[in-house]
Nanobody, 116 residues
Framework: QVQLVESGGGLVQPGGSLRLSCAASGSTFSINSMGWYRQVPGKQRELVASITSGGSTVYADSVKGRFTISRVNGKNTVYLQLNSLKPEDTAAYYC??????????WGQGTQVTVSS
């Protein structure tokens, strides 16, 4: 059974920074990718950033140049560095892990609130 444990959310002022972490435990064989989605109440969950086991990354247009995803393969841990935060970045951020089979696992979510 795979478990994803997230940390690092919180309240930050506009222009500030946060670093989210997600550690995967359990069976982590044949991981295809890990990454982050975010969701605002009443809206669909959207992809923020992802990184494959080979290191290829994908970012939402809205976060390019501000957010950076990285991964420590040996530790099956993924990080999301959030810089130059804007109020519209406020959301619950969810870590995910995808196997090559297509099966997904999700973390419990961590809240990021950007407000003055």
């Amino acid at each position: 059974q795979v478990q994803l444990v997230e940390s690092g959310g919180g309240l930050v002022q506009p222009g500030g920074s946060l670093r989210l972490s997600c550690a995967a435990s359990g069976s982590t064989f044949s991981i295809n990718s890990m990454g982050w989605y975010r969701q605002v109440p009443g809206k669909q969950r959207e992809l923020v950033a992802s990184i494959t086991s080979g290191g290829s990354t994908v970012y939402a247009d809205s976060v390019k140049g501000r957010f950076t995803i990285s991964r420590v393969n040996g530790k099956n841990t993924v990080y999301l560095q959030l810089n130059s935060l804007k109020p519209e970045d406020t959301a619950a951020y969810y870590c995910y892990l995808r196997y090559r089979s297509g099966q997904d696992y999700w973390g419990q979510g961590t809240q990021v609130t950007v407000s003055s």
